[in-house]
């Protein structure tokens, strides 16, 4: 299965700039109820996931040829799994809870 068919592209998803202070980002994430949000430069690369909390198992962002079983071993541990491009490029994130109904109802 292909990623792209559970992916919530970047133009949906809120996400920060690696030059954001950190007050924006948590302004941002507050605003809008999240405890993680992914951070890009200014270019579109993925840089890594802010969250409200220090977290050591935030897995790095995972490409669009990526397995459905790894892509539910990092929703584990995440509430969403950023998605990149084969040159890194940010492009959305998968949630937890699409990979979950996957599962559940894979038609």
Known sequence: MNVLMLLKP???VKY????NTLRQ???KMRAHSYTAIP?????GK???????????DFNPAVRINVSMDELLRRAVNQNFV????????FIGIVT?????KHFIDPN
Not at 46 to 56: A, E, P
Not at 82 to 89: A, F, L, M, N
């Open 96 to 100: 937890r809870q699409d990979i979950i």
């Open 46 to 56: 993925y840089v890594g996931t802010v969250s409200d909390i220090i977290r050591k």
């Open 82 to 89: 950023p998605v990149t491009d084969d040159w890194g490029t």
């Open 39 to 43: 951070v890009i430069s200014e270019d």
């Open 10 to 12: 970047k133009e949906t």
């Open 16 to 19: 920060i700039y690696e030059t």
């Open 25 to 27: 980002g948590l302004e």
